[in-house]
């Protein structure tokens, strides 16, 4: 039948609004890939290369698995105050592994041990947040959470230990943390 002359204008202009490029960006979102990581550029200070530096106020998400191959370097570290970084469902990995299976922390045998952690919040009072996903094979801790929350996480075979924070106001909710050898959460 006829169709209005209204009606495709409508619909050509939500087409168009759906396949508009960047619609991620202008929400304000920054996102963070591997290529990105390895290009750098995330945020001012952020220089090719891990660990991606953020370094500003903000929501921050991963677009893809993050893979760090040097036992020695962070994945992200967060120097800023109200950033809020979603691994999106995305794993951040490091090199390492920690088992066998059913073993006590104590038994846990790490293929990597180092200081470079999964995820550094630096900000010791930050109200910063890390959420959904999973953080693993790092020779330290898989998140050092410094003052902020951590949700909905999965923290496994890190050599320090799972998730960590010197602080007196982190939050943890709804994660799991298992074969870290060291502590699972530590506050």
Same mark, same amino acid.
């Given at each position: /039948?006829?169709?209005?002359?209204? =009606? *495709?204008?409508? *619909?050509? @202009?939500?087409?168009?609004?759906? *396949?508009?490029? !960047? +619609?991620?960006?202008?929400?304000?979102?920054?996102?963070?890939?591997?290529?990105?990581?390895?290009?750098?550029?995330?945020?001012?200070?952020?220089?090719?290369?891990?660990?991606?530096?953020?370094?500003?106020? !903000?929501?921050?998400?991963?677009? /893809?698995?993050?893979?760090?191959?040097?036992?020695?370097?962070? +994945?992200?570290?967060?120097?800023?105050?109200?950033?809020?970084?979603?691994?999106? !469902?995305?794993?951040?990995?490091?090199?390492?592994?920690?088992?066998?299976?059913?073993?006590? =922390?104590?038994?846990?045998? @790490?293929?990597?041990?180092? &200081? +470079?952690?999964?995820?550094?919040?630096?900000?010791?009072?930050?109200?910063? %947040?890390?959420?959904?996903?999973?953080?693993?094979?790092? /020779?330290?801790?898989?998140?050092?959470?410094?003052?902020?929350?951590?949700? %909905? *996480?999965?923290?496994?075979?890190? =050599?320090?230990?799972?998730?960590? &924070?010197?602080?007196?106001?982190?939050?943890?909710?709804?994660?799991?943390? %298992?074969?870290?050898?060291?502590?699972?959460? %530590?506050?």
């Amino acid at each position: /039948g006829n169709v209005p002359n209204f =009606a *495709l204008i409508v *619909l050509l @202009c939500s087409v168009e609004w759906l *396949l508009a490029p !960047g +619609a991620a960006a202008s929400d304000g979102v920054i996102e963070i890939n591997q290529a990105q990581a390895l290009a750098g550029g995330v945020t001012p200070s952020d220089t090719p290369g891990f660990p991606v530096t953020i370094d500003s106020a !903000g929501s921050y998400v991963l677009t /893809g698995n993050l893979y760090v191959a040097s036992p020695d370097q962070s +994945a992200i570290v967060v120097n800023s105050s109200w950033a809020t970084l979603d691994l999106g !469902g995305f794993e951040v990995a490091g090199p390492g592994s920690c088992g066998p299976e059913g073993s006590t =922390a104590s038994q846990l045998t @790490c293929t990597v041990s180092s &200081s +470079a952690s999964g995820i550094v919040f630096n900000a010791p009072n930050s109200r910063s %947040r890390v959420q959904n996903g999973t953080v693993r094979g790092f /020779g330290a801790f898989g998140v050092e959470l410094g003052g902020g929350t951590a949700e %909905r *996480l999965q923290v496994t075979q890190n =050599a320090a230990g799972g998730i960590s &924070s010197v602080s007196s106001s982190p939050s943890v909710f709804d994660s799991q943390v %298992r074969l870290n050898r060291g502590h699972g959460i %530590r506050i």
